[in-house]
C-alpha cells in the first residue's frame, strides 16, 4: 500500500513556480532569460518507480541536440534553474533539470535553510544517478537529444552530484561543478565524495570554486587538486579568490557579476573543447 502511495505522489508532483521562498527575497539582478524561439516547460520523466518532474528547454526546431543536465542546488528547480536552462536552449542546447529531492519533500514551498538541510541529507545518491540516467534516456528517446554529446552541470548540492555523475556515466562527455562540496563523511546514503572518486572519472570535470566560500575550505579544494594530479585527469579546478559560495547565483546577495560571467564562459568553452 506505501509503495502506490509513493508512486501517486512522484506521478502527481509539479515543478517548483518562481524562486525558492527560503532565499526571498530575490535580488534585482537577477537574469530573465525569454523564451522565444523555444519549448520550455514542465515534463514528466519516467524513472524505476514511477515519474519524477523536470524542466526542459530546447530550441523549438531541429532535431540531435547535445544534451546538458543542470543540477539544481539544495532549494530545488525553481526559477533560476529553469532559467539557466533556457540560457542553454538558446545556444542550441537541450537542457533538462530533474526534481530530485521530490521523494523526500517539497524543498519550494520551505522558508528555513534549516528545514531544507534534513530533506536534503535523506536523497541518495544511488536514487540520485539512477534518475539521471533515466533523464538522458528520456532526453534521447523522447526529446531529439544526442546521446553522443551529453555533459551536466550543477550547483552547489549539483555541483557535488556533478563530480559523481561523471565517474558514473560513461556516455559524459564534460561536467562543469560549481562550488560542488568536495569532501564529506561517507554514510550509506552518501558513500563517496568527489575526492574518492577523482581516479574514476570518466570525463573531464571544471571545478569552479570561490576563495572565500566559508562552506567548501580552500584546503579541500587543494586535496582535490592532488587527487586529479595523480590521476593524470584532463579535469581543472578553477578558483575565484574574492568570490563567495553562490557566486553564479544572480538572483541573491552572493551573486558576483565578474566572477559568474567569467564561469559561464569557462563552461561553454570547456564543453565545446570536448565535443558537447
Not at 134 to 139: G, S
Request: a positive charge; charged letters at 25%; glycine letters at 8%.
Amino acid at each position: 500500500m506505501k509503495e502506490i502511495t509513493r508512486r501517486k505522489f512522484i506521478a502527481t508532483a509539479t515543478l517548483a513556480t518562481g524562486f525558492a521562498l527560503a532565499v526571498q527575497p530575490i535580488s534585482a539582478q537577477v537574469i530573465a532569460t525569454d523564451a522565444k524561439g523555444l519549448v520550455a516547460g514542465a515534463v514528466k520523466i519516467p524513472v524505476k518507480d514511477g515519474e519524477i518532474p523536470a524542466y526542459r528547454a530546447a530550441p523549438a526546431t531541429g532535431k540531435n541536440f547535445p544534451i546538458v543536465l543542470v543540477i539544481q542546488e539544495i532549494f530545488g528547480v525553481h526559477e533560476h534553474i529553469q532559467d539557466v536552462a533556457r540560457r542553454f536552449a538558446q545556444l542550441g542546447y537541450l537542457a533538462i533539470a530533474p526534481e530530485l529531492f521530490v521523494r523526500q519533500g517539497d524543498v519550494s514551498k520551505l522558508t528555513s535553510v534549516d528545514d531544507i538541510r534534513p530533506i536534503v541529507a535523506k536523497v541518495p545518491d544511488a536514487q540520485v544517478l539512477s534518475d539521471l540516467d533515466a533523464t538522458v534516456a528520456w532526453a534521447v528517446k523522447s526529446a531529439k537529444g544526442n546521446a553522443d554529446k551529453l555533459a551536466i552541470t550543477g550547483f552547489c548540492w549539483g555541483g557535488r552530484i556533478t563530480w559523481l555523475y561523471a565517474a558514473h556515466n560513461p556516455q559524459v562527455k564534460a561536467g562543469v561543478a560549481w562550488y560542488g562540496r568536495l569532501v564529506g563523511e561517507a554514510n550509506e546514503l552518501q558513500p563517496k565524495y568527489p575526492v574518492d572518486i577523482a581516479s574514476s572519472l570518466k570525463a573531464p570535470v571544471l571545478g569552479l570554486y570561490g576563495g572565500k566560500d566559508t562552506g567548501i575550505p580552500l584546503d579541500t579544494v587543494e586535496q582535490m587538486r592532488a587527487r586529479l594530479k595523480e590521476s593524470r585527469s584532463k579535469s581543472e579546478i578553477i578558483v575565484y579568490p574574492d568570490a563567495p559560495h553562490a557566486f553564479f547565483a544572480d538572483y541573491r546577495p552572493s551573486y558576483r557579476e565578474e566572477d559568474a560571467k567569467d564561469g559561464w564562459k569557462r563552461l561553454l568553452a570547456w564543453f565545446k573543447e570536448n565535443g558537447v
